[in-house]
């Protein structure tokens, strides 16, 4: 089985003593590509330099994470924007809108998107999209900003039924991670009747694991447990999904 974990961060602090480990694990279990987004200007770096380390393994993107949208994000955006430059970068993410933790700088979140996702209909990119208590604000962007140029994912949705189909409608993939296997989720309960050449495997480690290892760290193998719960849903094994789910990233990014 081969799958591409196609969101992941295993360039942060979190894996620094075994990150060898992780990646050897993500290998056996038939990870064959991990994607990774940036989240702010002080990740670059380490987000590269483990690039450059597993060299055929990962790819990837840059961006500013919502979250990271703070005071200086006019010169944050001046450094992605060079950042950009590079050729290395296969999607401009981890970008979005988050209105959970904190609303303080819900303009400037609004306006840092905008932009980047202008961004990505220039540079002919994928975007990787963030949404968290956002969808009524997201969506109504996507939709204007489409003019037929505009691919992306919205990594781990979380959504009701009609934003997933709406989002589909615009040309968008829809991430599925951990999240999906918990019973709480409510994406279980029409994941069955969405396309399933509009879905991704992610993982968004460290963070979301999904069942049997909720409550530890994430890691890309177990991006295998997401496609096995996914491949009950849809009624077939996880090898078809793995093969699905990899031409759909592949598609996506160009890789």
């Excluded at 918990?182 to 050449?197: G, I, N």
């Excluded at 879905?199 to 480690?205: F, K, Q, R, S, V």
């Amino acid at each position: 089985m081969h799958f591409i974990d196609t969101h992941t961060h295993i360039y942060v602090e979190d894996f620094d003593a075994d990150r060898d480990a992780v990646v050897a694990r993500a290998r056996d279990a038939g990870v064959a590509l991990m994607l990774f987004p940036n989240i702010d200007v002080a990740s670059i770096a380490a987000m590269r330099r483990t690039c450059e380390q597993y060299t055929g393994c990962c790819r990837a993107m840059m961006g500013l994470h919502p979250t990271e949208v703070k005071e200086t994000f006019h010169a944050d955006l001046r450094c992605i924007e060079k950042e950009l430059e590079d050729p290395c970068y296969i999607g401009v993410g981890e970008i979005g809108l988050d209105f959970y933790w904190d609303q303080t700088y819900k303009r400037q979140q609004i306006e840092a998107f905008e932009l980047q996702l202008d961004w990505t209909k220039q540079l002919h990119l994928p975007v990787s999209i963030h949404t968290r208590e956002a969808f009524e604000t997201l969506l109504p962007i996507l939709e204007r900003k489409q003019d037929g140029t505009l691919s992306g994912v919205l990594h781990c949705f979380t959504g009701t039924e009609e934003q997933a189909l709406r989002a589909i409608d615009l040309g968008f993939y829809l991430g599925i991670g951990g999240t999906v296997t918990y019973k709480s989720c409510h994406v279980r309960d029409f994941l069955s009747r969405l396309p399933s050449e509009r879905l991704l495997l992610e993982t968004d480690a460290p963070y979301l694991p999904p069942v049997p290892h909720r409550g530890q760290r994430n890691e890309p193998a177990f991006v295998v447990h997401t496609a096995h719960f996914l491949a009950q849903v849809l009624q077939t094994d996880a090898e078809t999904i793995g093969e699905i789910t990899t031409r759909n990233a592949k598609a996506l990014f160009r890789l």
